[in-house]
C-alpha cells in the first residue's frame, strides 16, 4: 500500500470511529472504549498525515507558480524559495509518518516485569545489580510509573542476586523492552586494594505482563509449595509458612515469593510473574519464528547476549547493539540520561522496520 493510500485509510477511519463515537448512547461500553482507545492511537497519526497534505499543497502551489514561468522576477523568487523550503520540510514529515504508521509491538502498551539477577563476578556482581535496579526504579520516577518491588534477595552489605518489580505505566513495555540482557560493569570494588579494576555481569529480564486471557495455566500443571520466609544469611522474618514456590510442570519454570507475611498475597504475586514469564517464552517462540526477516533487528532477545558495559574508570556506558558511547555514566545510572540510550535503541529498530519494509515494496 502506497503512502498516499495509507493516508487516505487512516482519515476515513478517523472518520468512521468519530461518526460512532457521535453516537455513543448506541454503544455497548466494551465497545465504547475500544473505539476510544483506537481513536486516542489514531489521532496523532491522522494529525501528522494533515501536516503533510498541507505542505504538499503548498509545495505544488509554489511549483506551479514557478513553471507558469511569470514575467514577475521577485514572484518567481519567492516560489523557487519556498520550494527550496517546502522540500526537506515534507520529506521529514514523510519520514515521521512512516513511522507512525509501522505496525506496534501488540505488548507495547502493557506494563512490564522487571527482573534483575546479579551475574559472574561474586559481590561485585550482586552491587551492579543492585545499582541497575536503583537504576531502572529512578527512570520509571521520571516517566510517572509505578515501580512496585515484588521481591529482593539480598547478599547482606547492599547486594542484590535477584530483584523483581512490577512497572505500570502507559507505553512502559515499549520503552524498556531493550532492556533485557547481560549489562557488563567494570570498576576498582571497594574491597579491592590494588587498585585493580574488576569485570562483573548482571542480567536484565524484561517481561510484558500477562492478562489471565492470555495465558491460560492449568492448576494441574502447577506443584505449589510453601516453606516458611528468611531474610538475609537465614534470619527469620517471618514465623508462618508464608512463603510460595510454584513449578509449572510442563516448562519448569519455577518462581518464589516471600516478601508479602500473606501467603496469599506471595501466590498472586507468583502466579504474576508466572504467566509473565509462559506469556514471554511464547513471544520468544513467535519471535524466532520471524527472525529470519528479521535480520536487522536491535538484539536478537537472547537474554545471554552482552549488550551494555558500564566503565566507570572511564565514566563510559557503551551500548554494544548500536556502537553508542555516552561519557555520561552517572546521569545513566542516576535514570536521568538512560533515556538518550533508550531513544537510540528505538530509533535504530524503528529504522530497520522502515528499511525492510521498502525492501518489501520494491
Not at 468512521?16 to 482507545?37: G, V
Not at 510517572?144 to 523483581?164: C, D, L
Not at 567494570?186 to 495465558?215: F, K, N, W
Not at 556502537?323 to 535514570?335: E, H, I, Q, R, S
Request: net charge negative.
Amino acid at each position: 500500500m502506497s503512502l498516499d493510500d495509507n493516508m487516505t485509510r487512516v482519515l476515513d477511519r478517523r472518520q468512521q470511529i468519530e461518526d460512532k463515537l457521535s453516537d455513543s448512547a448506541s454503544l455497548s461500553p466494551d465497545m465504547l472504549a475500544s473505539l476510544s482507545r483506537e481513536l486516542s492511537e489514531l489521532r496523532p497519526v491522522a494529525e501528522q498525515v494533515e501536516v503533510v497534505q498541507k505542505l504538499k499543497q503548498n509545495l505544488a502551489e509554489a511549483q506551479e507558480i514557478l513553471s507558469a514561468g511569470d514575467d514577475d522576477a521577485e514572484m518567481l523568487e519567492m516560489a523557487q524559495l519556498e520550494i527550496d523550503q517546502l522540500a526537506p520540510q515534507l520529506e521529514d514529515a514523510e519520514q515521521q509518518l512512516k513511522i507512525l504508521l509501522l505496525p506496534r509491538d501488540t505488548d507495547d502498551s502493557r506494563n512490564a516485569i522487571l527482573e534483575v539477577r546479579a551475574g559472574t563476578g561474586g559481590e561485585e556482581a550482586a552491587l551492579f545489580a543492585s545499582d541497575l535496579f536503583g537504576m531502572y526504579q529512578r527512570f520509571a520516577s521520571r516517566f510517572g510509573w509505578r515501580f512496585e518491588i515484588m521481591e529482593i534477595s539480598e547478599t547482606g552489605i547492599g547486594g542484590y542476586k535477584e530483584a523483581t518489580a512490577t512497572i505500570s505505566g502507559q507505553d512502559v513495555f515499549a520503552k524498556m523492552k531493550f532492556e533485557s540482557g547481560v549489562h557488563r560493569v567494570q570498576r576498582v570494588p571497594e574491597t579491592e586494594t590494588g587498585g585493580r579494576i574488576h569485570t562483573s555481569a548482571a542480567t536484565v529480564a524484561v517481561l510484558p505482563e500477562a492478562e489471565d486471557v492470555d495465558i491460560e495455566v492449568n492448576e494441574a500443571d502447577l506443584r505449589i509449595d510453601v516453606f516458611r520466609a528468611s531474610g538475609p544469611g537465614g534470619q527469620s522474618v517471618n514465623t508462618t509458612d508464608s512463603a510460595v514456590r510454584i513449578t509449572h510442570m510442563p516448562t519448569g519454570i519455577v518462581v518464589s515469593q516471600q516478601d508479602e507475611k500473606s501467603q496469599h498475597k506471595n501466590r498472586a504475586k507468583a502466579m504474576k510473574i508466572l504467566r509473565a514469564r509462559l506469556y514471554d517464552a511464547e513471544r520468544a517462540r513467535q519471535q524466532a519464528e520471524r527472525a529470519a526477516s528479521r535480520k536487522g533487528q536491535v538484539g536478537s532477545g537472547d537474554r545471554s547476549e552482552r549488550i551494555r558495559t558500564y566503565n566507570f574508570p572511564q565514566g563510559r556506558v557503551t551500548e554494544h547493539r548500536i556502537n553508542l558511547t555516552l561519557y555520561k555514566l552517572d546521569k545513566v545510572l542516576a535514570g536521568e540520561a538512560l533515556d538518550e540510550v533508550v531513544d537510540a535503541l528505538l530509533a535504530e529498530d524503528q529504522a530497520a522496520r522502515l528499511a525492510e519494509g521498502s525492501g518489501d515494496n520494491t
